[in-house]
């Protein structure tokens, strides 16, 4: 596994035109005494994995706790998208946390 890979997220976000919040927890790549830094501030990626699929909107990274949240909008219905983010810890360790994201119609 690549340096830093702490597992793997999943999200059904409900709709192309909602907007849902992603969640990164790095909870188990940090040791006591470690957190997240806000500066250099997170830095959260994303490839649409479905071919013409619109790219999603990513909002600004909020750091809470051993969490980093991001609003997620936009995209096309149906499609996979790769997400990943990465981060500075306090301790100098950089850790990245990714996944997939697979937009669905709302029931």
């Known amino acids: 596994m690549p340096e830093g ?6 999200v059904d976000l409900q709709g192309n035109i909602e907007s849902d919040v992603v969640t990164f927890d790095f909870v188990n790549s940090l040791v006591a005494g470690d957190g997240i830094l806000g500066s250099p501030a997170p830095q959260v990626a994303q490839v649409a994995e479905t071919t013409g699929a ?3 909107t990513l ?7 051993t969490q980093v949240l991001v609003q997620v909008t936009g995209g096309t219905l149906g499609a996979v998208y790769s997400v990943s983010c990465t981060i500075q810890t306090a301790l100098g360790k950089r850790r990245v946390a990714s996944g997939g994201i697979k937009l669905k119609a709302s029931r």
């Open 5 to 10: 890979y702490v597992g793997t997220l999943k």
């Open 54 to 56: 619109a790219l999603l």
């Open 59 to 65: 909002g600004t990274p909020i750091i809470s706790g």
